[in-house]
């Protein structure tokens, strides 16, 4: 969704819709010839990983799951927040849904502020975005030319809301 020549809001990282984009594309590759229905996969990455987390307990058509440096709790956005920085990005999720509604749209820019410029502590959303930061930026493994460091306003209540372990006790052991 919104990457390379896809269709869709780019940056737009919110879990639900990102389930929901895998939906689509296991009916897709399901329906091909050279496809074993019986046999498909897939691979979440970082950000995705929620996504296929949350859609692979679901759709029973998803026979493995593989993850590459997931991003497994997206809630630390805002737990081991203060009541005020909670309340402020809920209240910003409920403008951006308001701005949707009358189809606005804002990206956030940078999504993923300089190395030197993150907090050197150990809080979960410090610790995470260095993680990011140090896989995802210019110059970096995980750089790509087509990537942009911006979120999406459609991603923030989804991010916020998901916890991929949550669902644990929905997989086969």
Not at 93 to 103: A, C, H, N, P
Not at 155 to 172: C, Q, R, T, V, W
């Amino acid at each position: 969704r919104g990457l390379g020549e896809s269709e869709g809001i780019s940056a737009d990282a919110n879990p639900f819709h990102l389930a929901n984009d895998l939906a689509s594309s296991v009916s897709f590759v399901s329906g091909l010839n050279q496809v074993d229905p019986n046999q498909v996969f897939t691979i979440g990455l970082c950000a995705g990983s929620t996504g296929t987390i949350y859609e692979s307990f679901k759709d029973k058509r998803i026979k493995a799951l593989g993850l590459i440096v997931p991003t497994v709790n997206g809630s630390e956005m805002v737990n081991g927040t203060n009541t005020f920085v909670r309340g402020v990005i809920y209240l910003a999720q409920g403008l951006f849904i308001v701005l949707k509604f009358f189809g606005w749209h804002i990206k956030m820019k940078p999504g993923i502020p300089p190395e030197d410029k993150i907090p050197n502590d150990d809080k979960p959303i410090n610790r995470g975005l260095r993680e990011v930061a140090s896989y995802y930026l210019e110059g970096k493994v995980g750089y790509h030319p087509r990537w942009e460091n911006a979120m999406s306003s459609t991603s923030l209540a989804g991010i916020a809301k998901m916890h991929p372990f949550n669902y644990s006790d929905e997989f086969d052991d």
